[in-house]
């Protein structure tokens, strides 16, 4: 059975959140225990992207990029990565994880009203329904799994570096899809990552040498870490273009609320955590509003209704 092109996009979306669920608690692991900071870690996933990426353009056709898109390439470079990965660690390292979480489902809203004004797509009930679902969906999920205790360690400039880096992915995905059309994932990443690190390298280049990690006798930090580098940076961030060629920006977006779905399901699975029936509610309901996005009409969609309309009515 041969799989549509928006099927191969959701399931490669599926993929890459996660990725990214399961590097929650890996990173956290690391953070805590006192292996790498913040920044180190964030400095290391960029290193070691632009090398993996530029190694792995030289078995893959060379493309030929236009000079007017790499000042795109470079915006996506700067939303997509510089700010959205710098202001997250900046923010969560202000704030609670739980406050940052429950931010974080604003990233849907933000891709829907982004994409109206820049993609001109439109902005319809069903597209709508679902944001506010899901995101409502996964907050309840946060919320209760954490007992309420929302604003532990939490400030304002945490909480707005979070709000920052929600909008700086949502701009991202809307800015940088009709690139993904055009170029293959390497060759985007590989200029975006490249970018990326020769901006922040001079400013955090101290916290990746002096990380505690490097003199380490244990492997544990090691592996972990190259889950961290390997699967939620090199292979997610090839996957994201891959998804945004099928699927729309909002669509995409919404795949972000299931992270914190995926990660009560894995926290269940090692006995860190328990079942219940607000789980389920929760779930339902993030999964639901990810559907009716997935229904909503496209303008591509839209247009083609018009188009029916104006032939009949001649």
């Given amino acids: 059975m041969k799989l549509s092109q928006k099927q191969a996009g959701h399931i490669t979306m599926f993929c890459v959140v996660s990725f990214f669920a399961i590097n929650i608690p ?14 180190g870690l964030t400095i290391a996933r960029m290193v070691f992207a ?25 915006l996506g470079g700067l939303l997509g990565i ?3 990965q710098g202001l997250f660690i900046f923010g969560l390292n202000n704030t609670s994880p739980v406050d940052a979480s429950i931010i974080t489902t604003s990233t849907p809203l933000f891709a829907m009203v982004i994409a109206a004004l820049v993609l001109k797509e439109p902005i319809t009930t069903k597209k709508v329904s679902g944001v506010l679902l899901g995101g409502i969906g996964a907050i309840f999920l946060v919320y209760t799994s954490h007992h309420g205790d929302v ?3 939490s400030s304002t400039i945490g909480n707005i570096a979070v709000v920052c880096s929600s909008l700086s992915y949502a701009s991202y995905l809307v800015v940088t899809r009709p690139l993904s059309a055009k170029y293959s994932s390497i060759t985007l990443m590989k200029w975006m990552f490249l970018y990326s690190t020769i901006i922040l390298l001079p400013f955090l ?37 891959v998804a945004q060629k099928r699927i729309r920006a909002t669509t995409i977006s919404m795949y972000n609320n299931l992270q914190p779905l995926i990660a009560s399901f894995i926290a269940i699975g090692l006995g860190q955590d328990h079942f219940s029936g607000t789980k389920a509610i929760s779930g339902i309901m993030i999964l639901v509003g990810v559907y009716l996005v997935t229904q909503s009409k496209s303008r591509a969609d839209v247009e083609a209704e018009q188009q029916t309309v104006t032939s009949e009515s001649k």
């Fill in 50 to 74: 632009t090398i993996a990426f530029w190694i792995a353009s030289l078995f893959v056709t060379k493309e030929r990029i236009d000079r007017k898109d790499h000042i795109t390439i470079f």
């Fill in 82 to 84: 510089t700010f959205n």
């Fill in 151 to 153: 604003s532990t360690d």
């Fill in 205 to 241: 280049y101290k916290d990746l040498l002096n990380a505690p990690l490097f003199s380490q006798s244990d492997v544990l930090p090691y592996i972990l870490i190259s889950y961290t580098l390997l699967f939620a940076t090199f292979i997610a961030y090839t996957l994201i273009p």
């Fill in 26 to 39: 890996i990173s956290k692991y690391l953070l805590q225990a006192g292996y790498i900071s913040p920044y």
